[in-house]
């Protein structure tokens, strides 16, 4: 870390959530040093651009915060191969966003003198810069060791989220809602637009819009409300 407490940032992991979580980390003053290989390339360099490509090995051993933006059946084994090839570095912080791990699934990294932290912005990413509008406007899982949970917090609150602490054993059950959110409704809204089309309706997309968006703002309000 730097003294004025900046970070020089590494991402692994250019899907749709990696490029826009460095971006958001460069716009309050973090340096990112680079970013791992991915299938879209272009997007990537929109997104973060003149940041250069790396292989993983390298991005671990230049960064002092390590951004794990992979699958999640990925996850465990890239955290202990780094941690096999000598790469992780005493120090570092190693931070993963994916909804059903903890802090637990980077203890090879810890091993190894790493400070883990689990982040998971709670929103659908479309891996652009429009996505940081809606960091500002989310909330973000946050896990970590009790020593270390202060970091992983500023962390969450730097991306634009306000953090919200899951404990380790309380993850399974909060994935599932977050899946349960985001699978339900996305069939619902396939199924009811399968249906528009049927009837003939030109664009059901475009017109379940509004209804769905109302729809829903309003049972949060009348889950708020219980």
Do not use: N
């Amino acid at each position: 870390m730097t003294r004025e407490g900046r970070l020089g940032v590494g991402i692994v992991g250019a899907g749709r959530v990696g490029p826009v979580i460095g971006a958001a980390l460069a716009g309050v003053g973090h340096a990112l040093i680079g970013i791992t290989h991915g299938s879209d390339e272009e997007r990537v360099e929109a997104v973060l651009p003149g940041v250069p490509f790396l292989d993983a090995p390298e991005v671990v051993r230049r960064s002092e915060l390590v951004v794990l933006a992979v699958p999640h059946d990925e996850l465990p084994g890239l955290v202990a191969g780094l941690a096999e090839t000598g790469d992780w570095q005493p120090g570092q912080l190693a931070m993963h966003l994916d909804p059903a791990w903890g802090a637990d699934v980077l203890a090879p990294a810890v091993a190894k003198g790493v400070i883990p932290l689990a982040i998971h912005p709670a929103m659908t990413f479309a891996g652009t810069s429009m996505d940081l509008r809606l960091l500002a406007q989310s909330y973000a899982a946050v896990t970590a060791p009790a020593a270390v949970l202060p970091i992983a917090q500023a962390l969450a609150v730097e991306l634009g989220c306000e953090p919200v602490v899951v404990s380790e054993a309380a993850r399974p059950a909060y994935a599932e809602a977050i899946a349960t959110a985001t699978t339900f409704s996305r069939s619902i809204v396939a199924q009811a637009a399968a249906l528009l089309a049927e009837a003939g309706v030109a664009d059901p997309g475009r017109y379940l819009s509004g209804l769905v968006h109302t729809t829903v703002d309003q049972a949060l309000v009348d889950h708020t409300a219980v």
